[in-house]
Structure formats: structure tokens, C-alpha cells
């Protein structure tokens, strides 16, 4: 099993609503479930509006996979929250041991 970690920073005005769309019931992880490899997402908030997502896959491969499949409403919803964020970068995919 693998974790996604993706670093943001928020918009202020936007820290509800990005609440929301990264939480575990939210935007993302709607679209995600529709996988079975993936088995759910944390959001944990830090400071100045930084917040890290951690999505929880079987592999790499079969996020990949997800992804290619689904890549126009993947990229949709990517640029539909974008607005919400002044950065957002992934900081890797670890395997959890």
C-alpha cells in the first residue's frame, strides 16, 4: 500500500471550501472511490494555511492506472479547485511498511 502526500497553501477566503472538496468525503475522494485500489484520503491542516492531503492506494500503478482512465474529469476537477490554492505540489508516494 502506498500514501500520495500533496502539500497546499490556501487562500484564506477559500479554507472552508477547500475543506470540504479535500476532505475524506469530499471532491476527491468521491471521484477516487470509484476505484477499489483506493482506500481513502487524510487531510491534516498546519499552519498559514498549509494544509497536506494523504491518499492511500494499493500501488502506484494502479493510482496511474486510475488516473489515465479517468484523465478528462481528473483534469476537470484539478482546475475547478485550482482556484482555491495559491500552490500545491506532491511531495512523493511512500510506501507504507
Same mark, same amino acid.
Given at each position: ?13 477559500? !479554507? /472552508?471550501? *477547500?475543506? !470540504? ?9 468521491? *471521484? *477516487? !472511490?470509484?476505484? $477499489?485500489? &483506493? ?7 498546519? /499552519?498559514?494555511?498549509? &494544509? ?13 492506472? *486510475? !488516473?489515465?482512465?479517468?484523465? $478528462? ?9 485550482? $482556484? ?14
Amino acid at each position: 500500500m502506498i500514501e500520495i502526500i500533496w502539500e497546499f497553501v490556501v487562500r484564506e477566503e477559500s !479554507r /472552508e471550501e *477547500f475543506e !470540504r472538496e479535500y476532505s475524506a468525503s469530499g471532491a476527491w475522494a468521491e *471521484f *477516487f !472511490r470509484r476505484s $477499489p485500489a &483506493y482506500h481513502g484520503t487524510t487531510l491534516l491542516a498546519g /499552519e498559514a494555511n498549509r &494544509y497536506l492531503t494523504l491518499d492511500r492506494w494499493d500501488s502506484q500503478e494502479a493510482y496511474e492506472e *486510475f !488516473r489515465m482512465a479517468n484523465r $478528462p474529469e481528473y483534469s476537470d476537477l484539478d482546475t475547478r479547485l485550482e $482556484p482555491l490554492t495559491s500552490s500545491e505540489r506532491c511531495l512523493g508516494i511512500f510506501e507504507m511498511k
